[in-house]
C-alpha cells in the first residue's frame, strides 16, 4: 500500500489534466474538465490524510528516485504533519478557484484552467518536496502560471502588477539559490532535506545562509518592508489568482522557514529571532495602520494579510511549542478565511465591476445570504472566538506574551486594527443605507457560489469549534522541530 | 416504556412545535397537549427521577412527592381549562408563550435542585411577560416591562441566594431553608425569601401584579392568574415552612389586598387584589408550619387556581365582549350575557366560601390551623378578609358589572370555548366542595380536618350574610370611582424616572466628554496613522523598488546607446580592453 505513489499522483494529477485539455475547443467542456481533476485531486488529498499517521513524527508517504545521482539531487515527496495540513488546503482551494473563476474568465478559458492546474501541481510539489533542488524548481516555476494569471487576466495596471510580482519573487529566489548550494556544499555535497536537517553546520554558515533564505522566504510570507508587490497583485489579479496568492502562495513563505530555516539552521534562528519578531511586530502594526487607510475592497483585505502572517511570523521565532502551534494553524486559517474574503470579494466585484468601499452600502438588505457569509470570513479573519482565527491568534499571542510583554502588547494593538478596519468594512459595505448600483442589480449567491463559500465556512466552525485534529496532526512534527531548534541557541 | 414523563417537557416540546402546525392542527394540539399532561400526571408515581451531572452540578428534574403531585395536579388542570378559554386565538404566539409559561411552572413544581428551578424561574418570567406585551397597546408595553423588571430583579436575587446558599452548604439540592427556631437565618436566606415573596404577590412587593395583570390580554390573564404567584406558594412550601415572619406578612397581606380592592375601579385589578388576599392566606398557612397549616395552603392553592381562573375567565370575558373594564362604565349586562354570569357567580360563591364551593373545604383549613396553633389574632383577621372578600368579588364586582345601573350596551355570552372553559372550571370548583375528600386525598400530609360542621356552616353563612347586609346597606358609599390608587410601585416608578434623570444627565455629560476625546484625539490619532503608514508604504518602501527599477531601465538605456553601429567605435573598445587585460595580468596576476 506504502508503495504506490500517492503523492506523485496527488502532485501529477492536475498537469496530467492539462493534456486532455489540450485537445478541447469546447469551453464548457474545459471547465467541467479541469473541475474534475481539481476535485479528483482534492478527494486523493482526503484519502491520504485519512491514511497519515497523525501519532507518528516522520515523513509519510515518502517516494525517492535518484534523479542527477552525480550531483546528489533525488527526486524526493513526503509529507509530515505540517505539509500534510497545506497539501490538504491547496487541494481545497483548487477546486474552489476553478468555480470561482466559472463565469468570470470569459477570454482564453483553455490556457486559463491550464495555468490554474499547473500552479496547483506545482504548489501541492512544494509542500512535498524534500529534496531542495527540487523544492527549488517548483517554487521558481510557480512564478510563472503566476505570472501569467495576473498579467493575462487582470485588472488595468495587470502587467505592473505581474512584472512587480515576479522580479520581487525572483530576485529572492535568485539569493536562495545561492544559499542552497552554500548548504549544498557545506552539507556532503547532498541535496536532501533530511539528511541536511542532520548536519550541524557553523554558526557562521548558518547565519549566512539564513539572511539569504529570509530574504527570499520574506518577499513570499510577505514582511515589512519587500510587501509591495502584494497589495498591487492581488488587487490586479483574477479572483482565482488572488484565492490562490493569498491562500496558499504567502504560506510558502512562512513554510520555507518551517522547513528550512529552523530545523536545518537552528542557531542562526535563535540569532536572528529578535529581528525576525521586530519586522513581525512592524508587519502586524503597520499592515493593520494601511489596512485601515484603504478604500479599495482587496487592498484592504491584501494589507491584512500582511498583518496576518505578521502573527505567523512572530508565533514562528518565538520557539515555544504553543506559539508554534499556533503559527501553523493561523497559516492554514489564513488560507481559508482570506482565501474566502477574496472569494467573496470577487464575486461581488463580479456583479458591479467595482472595488471602491464606497461604491457600496446596505448589502444586508439586497443580497442577505452573501451578507452573512461576507460577515462570518470577516469575523473569521478578525479572530471572533468560534471562528477558527480565534484558536490560532490566542496560541500565537500566548507565545509571545511568553517572549516579551512588549511583543505581545504590539500584536493586541495589532488584533485591535484588524477588528477596526474589518468592522468598518463590514458596516460600510453591509449595514447602512442601500447605495444604488449602475450596473444593474446585485443578485444574491447561486448554488455554485454557495458550495464554495460553504466549503470554507465549515472549516472556519470546524477549526474554531473543534481544533483538536488539526493541532493533533501538527503536533509530532512541530514537537520534532522544537527539539531540532533546542539543540541550538 | 419510559419510567417516567416530565410534564413541563410535553409543554415546552409542544410550544416549541407549535408553529409548525396550520390553525386547525394547532387547535387540536391544544387540546390534546394539556390532556397529556394530566395523564402523564395521573400515572405518575412518588420518586426521584431525572438525575444527572451537568458541569459538575448534580441536577434533579423531577422529584416528586405528595406536594409535587398536588401542584401538578392543578396546574395541568388549569392549563387544559386556559387552552380551551384561548382557542380562538389566532396569535400562535401567544399560545406557545403560555405552553412556554405553564412547562417552566411545572418545571418549578418538579425541580428536585436548585439550578433547575432557577432556569424554570427565569422562563416562567419572560414567558409571562410575553402574555402581558401581548395586548400590544402602550399602556401593556408599559406594565410588560415594569413586570420584566420586577421579576428579572427577583430572579437575580433568587440567583444571588442559590450561590451563597450553595457555597455555604455544599450542595444544590432543593430543600427547606428555615432554621430550628424558625428565625431569620442569613444572606442567602435573606435573598431567596424575598424573591420567592416577590413572587407571591406579598406587600410591599405587590405592586407589579396589579399593574400587569389588569394590561394582559384576556386570555393570558387566565393563565398569569394561576401559575406564577401559586409557585411560588409551591417553593415556599417547601424552602421556608414554620417561618414565623411569613404569618404576619400572609395576615397582612389578606387585608391590605381586601382594602385595596374597596378603592379599585378596573374589574381586573379588583381580582388583582384579591389574589394577594388568597395568597395571604396561603403564605401565612406556610408561616404556621403545621401539618394542617401546610395542607390549608396546599389545598387552598389548588381551589384557588380554580376559582381564581373562573373569575379572570368571566371577567375577562365581560371585557372582551364590551371592550370595557372599568367598573364605572359597566353594569346591567346580565340581560344578555347570562351564562357568563351564571358562570362567575359560582366562582364568586367559591372564592367566598359558602358551603358547598370549593373556597369552603379549604380556606377554612388554613384557620383552623391558626386556631389549633393557639393564634387568636390570625384567625380574626384572616375571617375579617373572608368578609372583604365576599364583599368584594362577590356583591361588588358581580352588582356594578352585571347588575346596578344599566351601561346601555347589550353584548351577547362570548364565544363557546370561553363559556366550556368556565363551566368547567365551575363544575370543578362545585365538585371539590361537595366532594372534599377527593382533594384532600391529594394533600401532603394526613388530613384529619372536616370541613362540614355544624358549627363551622353556621359560622361561615352568618359572616357572609351579615355581609351581604352591610353591603346592601352602604351601597352608596361603595359605589366604584374613577381613580387610581397608589401602591408601592411609586417607589420603583418615581425612583425609575429619577434614574433616568441621573443616567440622561450626568452621566451623560462624562459619557460626551468621553466620546469628544475618542472621536477628536483617537480616531483621528488611528486615521492620521493609517495616512501616514500609507504614505510611508507607497512613498517610501514602493518608491525604492520602482527607484531601482528605473535605475535598472535608465541604465539599460545608457549602456544601449553604447550600441553606435559604427565599427571603429567597436574595434578602440576591443583594442583598450585587450590593454587593460594584459595591464592587469602582467601588474596583478604574476604577482
Given at each position: 500500500m506504502m508503495n504506490f505513489p500517492s503523492l506523485s499522483l496527488l502532485i501529477f494529477l492536475p498537469a496530467f489534466g492539462v493534456i486532455p485539455l489540450l485537445f478541447l475547443k469546447n469551453a464548457s467542456v474545459i471547465r467541467w474538465m479541469a473541475l474534475l481533476f481539481t476535485f479528483a485531486d482534492f478527494l486523493l488529498a482526503i484519502a491520504v490524510l485519512m491514511r497519515f499517521d497523525a501519532t507518528s513524527a516522520s515523513m509519510q508517504f515518502v517516494e525517492h528516485v535518484d534523479w542527477v545521482p552525480s550531483l546528489g539531487i533525488s527526486y524526493a515527496v513526503g509529507v509530515d504533519g505540517i505539509s500534510i495540513l497545506f497539501t490538504f488546503l491547496t487541494a481545497l482551494l483548487g477546486w474552489?478557484?476553478?468555480?470561482?473563476?466559472?463565469?468570470?474568465?470569459?477570454?482564453?478559458?483553455?490556457?486559463?484552467?491550464?495555468?490554474?492546474?499547473?500552479?496547483?501541481?506545482?504548489?501541492?510539489?512544494?509542500?512535498?518536496?524534500?529534496?531542495?533542488?527540487?523544492?527549488?524548481?517548483?517554487?521558481?516555476?510557480?512564478?510563472?502560471?503566476?505570472?501569467?494569471?495576473?498579467?493575462?487576466?487582470?485588472?488595468?495596471?495587470?502587467?505592473?502588477?505581474?512584472?512587480?510580482?515576479?522580479?520581487?519573487?525572483?530576485?529572492?529566489?535568485l539569493l536562495f539559490l545561492v544559499g542552497i548550494i552554500v548548504l549544498y556544499q557545506e552539507g556532503g555535497q547532498t541535496f536532501d532535506i533530511l539528511s541536511l536537517m542532520a548536519v550541524d553546520f557553523s554558526l557562521s554558515v548558518q547565519n549566512w545562509v539564513f539572511l539569504l533564505f529570509l530574504v527570499a522566504f520574506a518577499v513570499k510570507v510577505p514582511m515589512f518592508p519587500v510587501h509591495t508587490w502584494l497589495p498591487d497583485a492581488h488587487v490586479e489579479a483574477p479572483t482565482a489568482g488572488s484565492i490562490i496568492l493569498a491562500g496558499v502562495l504567502l504560506k510558502m513563505g512562512a513554510y520555507g522557514f518551517l522547513r528550512f530555516s529552523l530545523p536545518m539552521l537552528p542557531d542562526a534562528s535563535h540569532y536572528f529571532a529578535p529581528l525576525m519578531i521586530g519586522l513581525s511586530t512592524v508587519a502586524i502594526v503597520y499592515g493593520g495602520f494601511l489596512a485601515l487607510a484603504q478604500s479599495d475592497l482587496k487592498k484592504l483585505i491584501a494589507y491584512s494579510s500582511v498583518s496576518?502572517?505578521?502573527?505567523?511570523?512572530?508565533?514562528?521565532?518565538?520557539?515555544?511549542?504553543?506559539?508554534?502551534?499556533?503559527?501553523?494553524?493561523?497559516?492554514?486559517?489564513?488560507?481559508?478565511?482570506?482565501?474566502?474574503?477574496?472569494?467573496?470579494?470577487?464575486?461581488?466585484?463580479?456583479?458591479?465591476?467595482?472595488?471602491?468601499?464606497?461604491?457600496?452600502?446596505?448589502?444586508?438588505?439586497?443580497?442577505?445570504?452573501?451578507?452573512?457569509?461576507?460577515?462570518?470570513?470577516?469575523?473569521?479573519?478578525?479572530?471572533?472566538?468560534?471562528?477558527?482565527?480565534?484558536?490560532?491568534?490566542?496560541?500565537?499571542?500566548?507565545?509571545?506574551?511568553?517572549?516579551?510583554?512588549?511583543?505581545?502588547?504590539?500584536?493586541?494593538?495589532?488584533?485591535?486594527?484588524?477588528?477596526?478596519?474589518?468592522?468598518?468594512?463590514?458596516?460600510?459595505?453591509?449595514?447602512?443605507?442601500?447605495?444604488?448600483?449602475?450596473?444593474?442589480?446585485?443578485?444574491?449567491?447561486?448554488?455554485?457560489?454557495?458550495?464554495?463559500?460553504?466549503?470554507?465556512?465549515?472549516?472556519?466552525?470546524?477549526?474554531?469549534?473543534?481544533?483538536?485534529?488539526?493541532?493533533?496532526?501538527?503536533?509530532?512534527?512541530?514537537?520534532?522541530?522544537?527539539?531540532?531548534?533546542?539543540?541550538?541557541? | 416504556m419510559i419510567e417516567w414523563v416530565h410534564p413541563g417537557l410535553i409543554f415546552v416540546v409542544a410550544a416549541l412545535i407549535l408553529p409548525l402546525f396550520n390553525t386547525a392542527l394547532q387547535k387540536i394540539g391544544l387540546l390534546l397537549v394539556p390532556i397529556a399532561a394530566i395523564l402523564s400526571v395521573a400515572v405518575m408515581t412518588t420518586g426521584t427521577y431525572g438525575e444527572f451531572n451537568f458541569a459538575n452540578v448534580f441536577l434533579v428534574i423531577g422529584k416528586v412527592d405528595k406536594l409535587t403531585l398536588v401542584f401538578a395536579w392543578v396546574f395541568t388542570f388549569m392549563a387544559f381549562i386556559g387552552s380551551l378559554y384561548s382557542l380562538h386565538i389566532k396569535e400562535t404566539s401567544q399560545h406557545v408563550a403560555a405552553y412556554l409559561y405553564i412547562g417552566s411552572a411545572l418545571g418549578v413544581v418538579f425541580a428536585g435542585d436548585w439550578f433547575t428551578l432557577l432556569v424554570s424561574w427565569e422562563l416562567m418570567a419572560f414567558a409571562s411577560a410575553y402574555l402581558v406585551f401581548a395586548s400590544r397597546a402602550e399602556a401593556a408595553t408599559k406594565a410588560g416591562f415594569r413586570y420584566l423588571l420586577v421579576h428579572v430583579t427577583g430572579g437575580v436575587?433568587?440567583?444571588?441566594?442559590?450561590?451563597?446558599?450553595?457555597?455555604?452548604?455544599?450542595?444544590?439540592?432543593?430543600?427547606?431553608?428555615?432554621?430550628?427556631?424558625?428565625?431569620?437565618?442569613?444572606?442567602?436566606?435573606?435573598?431567596?425569601?424575598?424573591?420567592?415573596?416577590?413572587?407571591?404577590?406579598?406587600?410591599?412587593?405587590?405592586?407589579?401584579?396589579?399593574?400587569?395583570?389588569?394590561?394582559?390580554?384576556?386570555?393570558?390573564?387566565?393563565?398569569?392568574?394561576?401559575?406564577?404567584?401559586?409557585?411560588?406558594?409551591?417553593?415556599?412550601?417547601?424552602?421556608?415552612?414554620?417561618?414565623?415572619?411569613?404569618?404576619?406578612?400572609?395576615?397582612?397581606?389578606?387585608?391590605?389586598?381586601?382594602?385595596?380592592?374597596?378603592?379599585?375601579?378596573?374589574?381586573?385589578?379588583?381580582?388583582?387584589?384579591?389574589?394577594?388576599?388568597?395568597?395571604?392566606?396561603?403564605?401565612?398557612?406556610?408561616?404556621?408550619?403545621?401539618?394542617?397549616?401546610?395542607?390549608?395552603?396546599?389545598?387552598?392553592?389548588?381551589?384557588?387556581?380554580?376559582?381564581?381562573?373562573?373569575?379572570?375567565?368571566?371577567?375577562?370575558?365581560?371585557?372582551?365582549?364590551?371592550?370595557?373594564?372599568?367598573?364605572t362604565e359597566l353594569g346591567g349586562l346580565y340581560r344578555t350575557m347570562p351564562w357568563t354570569v351564571?358562570?362567575?357567580?359560582?366562582?364568586?360563591?367559591?372564592?367566598?366560601?359558602?358551603?358547598?364551593?370549593?373556597?369552603?373545604?379549604?380556606?377554612?383549613?388554613?384557620?383552623?390551623?391558626?386556631?389549633?396553633?393557639?393564634?387568636?389574632?390570625?384567625?380574626?383577621?384572616?375571617?375579617?378578609?373572608?368578609?372583604?372578600?365576599?364583599?368584594?368579588?362577590?356583591?361588588?364586582?358581580?352588582?356594578?358589572?352585571?347588575?346596578?345601573?344599566?351601561c346601555g350596551l347589550r353584548p351577547s355570552d362570548p364565544p363557546l370555548n370561553m363559556l366550556l372553559a368556565m363551566g368547567i372550571a365551575a363544575i370543578l370548583c362545585i365538585g371539590i366542595g361537595v366532594f372534599p375528600n377527593l382533594l384532600y386525598a391529594l394533600l401532603p400530609y394526613q388530613v384529619d380536618f372536616v370541613p362540614y360542621t355544624a358549627a363551622h356552616i353556621t359560622g361561615s353563612l352568618s359572616i357572609l350574610m351579615f355581609t351581604a347586609v352591610g353591603f346592601v346597606?352602604?351601597?352608596?358609599?361603595?359605589?366604584?370611582?374613577?381613580?387610581?390608587?397608589?401602591?408601592?410601585?411609586?417607589?420603583?416608578?418615581?425612583?425609575?424616572?429619577?434614574?433616568?434623570?441621573?443616567?440622561?444627565?450626568?452621566?451623560?455629560?462624562?459619557?460626551?466628554?468621553?466620546?469628544?476625546?475618542?472621536?477628536?484625539?483617537?480616531?483621528?490619532?488611528?486615521?492620521?496613522?493609517?495616512?501616514?503608514?500609507?504614505?510611508?508604504?507607497?512613498?517610501?518602501?514602493?518608491?525604492?523598488?520602482?527607484?531601482?527599477?528605473?535605475?535598472?531601465?535608465?541604465?539599460?538605456?545608457?549602456?544601449?546607446?553604447?550600441?553606435?553601429?559604427?565599427?571603429?567605435?567597436?574595434?578602440?573598445?576591443?583594442?583598450?580592453?585587450?590593454?587593460?587585460?594584459?595591464?592587469?595580468?602582467?601588474?596583478?596576476?604574476?604577482?
Open positions: 474552489i478557484c476553478i468555480l470561482a473563476s466559472w463565469n468570470s474568465i470569459v477570454v482564453k478559458i483553455k490556457e486559463f484552467m491550464i495555468c490554474i492546474l499547473v500552479m496547483q501541481s506545482l504548489m501541492i510539489g512544494v509542500f512535498c518536496a524534500l529534496d531542495l533542488f527540487l523544492f527549488y524548481v517548483l517554487w521558481e516555476a510557480m512564478l510563472i502560471p503566476m505570472y501569467l494569471i495576473i498579467g493575462v487576466w487582470g485588472g488595468p495596471r495587470r502587467v505592473y502588477a505581474a512584472v512587480k510580482f515576479f522580479l520581487y519573487t525572483l530576485a529572492g529566489s496576518h502572517m505578521g502573527f505567523v511570523t512572530l508565533g514562528l521565532f518565538t520557539f515555544n511549542e504553543n506559539a508554534l502551534s499556533g503559527a501553523v494553524l493561523q497559516m492554514f486559517n489564513h488560507g481559508i478565511s482570506t482565501g474566502a474574503l477574496f472569494l467573496a470579494i470577487g464575486l461581488l466585484y463580479e456583479r458591479t465591476h467595482t472595488r471602491q468601499i464606497s461604491d457600496y452600502g446596505g448589502l444586508m438588505k439586497i443580497v442577505p445570504l452573501y451578507t452573512i457569509y461576507f460577515g462570518l470570513f470577516s469575523f473569521a479573519s478578525m479572530a471572533v472566538p468560534g471562528t477558527n482565527g480565534f484558536i490560532g491568534e490566542l496560541l500565537i499571542l500566548s507565545g509571545a506574551f511568553g517572549a516579551n510583554v512588549w511583543v505581545g502588547v504590539a500584536a493586541v494593538i495589532g488584533a485591535m486594527l484588524a477588528a477596526v478596519y474589518m468592522l468598518s468594512l463590514f458596516k460600510s459595505v453591509a449595514l447602512g443605507p442601500i447605495v444604488t448600483f449602475e450596473e444593474g442589480t446585485i443578485w444574491d449567491i447561486g448554488q455554485r457560489e454557495g458550495v464554495c463559500l460553504l466549503a470554507l465556512a465549515v472549516f472556519i466552525f470546524w477549526i474554531g469549534l473543534y481544533p483538536k485534529p488539526f493541532l493533533g496532526i501538527m503536533a509530532p512534527a512541530l514537537g520534532q522541530l522544537l527539539g531540532q531548534l533546542g539543540q541550538g541557541g | 436575587m433568587l440567583f444571588g441566594g442559590i450561590v451563597l446558599h450553595g457555597l455555604e452548604t455544599g450542595s444544590f439540592i432543593f430543600g427547606p431553608l428555615t432554621t430550628e427556631s424558625g428565625q431569620w437565618g442569613g444572606l442567602a436566606f435573606t435573598l431567596v425569601l424575598v424573591s420567592f415573596l416577590l413572587n407571591a404577590a406579598v406587600p410591599p412587593l405587590n405592586a407589579w401584579l396589579t399593574d400587569a395583570y389588569p394590561e394582559a390580554t384576556v386570555t393570558g390573564a387566565v393563565f398569569l392568574s394561576a401559575f406564577t404567584t401559586k409557585t411560588a406558594v409551591y417553593v415556599l412550601i417547601r424552602t421556608f415552612p414554620g417561618t414565623e415572619i411569613l404569618v404576619g406578612l400572609g395576615v397582612a397581606m389578606a387585608l391590605y389586598g381586601v382594602i385595596y380592592a374597596v378603592l379599585e375601579n378596573d374589574c381586573r385589578r379588583l381580582l388583582g387584589y384579591h389574589i394577594v388576599s388568597q395568597v395571604g392566606y396561603m403564605v401565612a398557612g406556610v408561616g404556621i408550619g403545621t401539618e394542617i397549616a401546610l395542607n390549608g395552603s396546599s389545598s387552598h392553592a389548588f381551589s384557588h387556581i380554580i376559582y381564581k381562573g373562573l373569575l379572570f375567565m368571566g371577567a375577562g370575558a365581560v371585557i372582551q365582549m364590551t371592550g370595557r373594564r372599568k367598573l351564571f358562570l362567575y357567580m359560582i366562582g364568586a360563591f367559591a372564592i367566598s366560601a359558602f358551603p358547598f364551593f370549593s373556597g369552603f373545604v379549604s380556606k377554612s383549613m388554613v384557620i383552623a390551623a391558626a386556631a389549633g396553633d393557639g393564634r387568636a389574632a390570625t384567625v380574626l383577621l384572616l375571617t375579617v378578609a373572608s368578609s372583604g372578600t365576599f364583599l368584594h368579588t362577590g356583591l361588588k364586582l358581580p352588582y356594578y358589572m352585571f347588575f346596578g345601573k344599566d346597606l352602604l351601597l352608596k358609599y361603595l359605589d366604584p370611582e374613577n381613580t387610581v390608587s397608589l401602591d408601592t410601585d411609586w417607589f420603583y416608578r418615581k425612583g425609575a424616572r429619577l434614574f433616568m434623570w441621573f443616567a440622561e444627565n450626568p452621566v451623560s455629560w462624562w459619557e460626551k466628554i468621553i466620546s469628544n476625546l475618542s472621536d477628536t484625539v483617537i480616531l483621528r490619532l488611528l486615521a492620521r496613522t493609517a495616512r501616514d503608514s500609507l504614505n510611508i508604504d507607497i512613498k517610501g518602501v514602493d518608491a525604492i523598488v520602482n527607484g531601482v527599477a528605473h535605475a535598472a531601465l535608465r541604465l539599460g538605456a545608457t549602456a544601449r546607446r553604447l550600441q553606435t553601429g559604427i565599427v571603429t567605435h567597436y574595434a578602440a573598445a576591443m583594442i583598450f580592453g585587450l590593454f587593460v587585460c594584459i595591464t592587469f595580468y602582467s601588474l596583478i596576476w604574476l604577482e
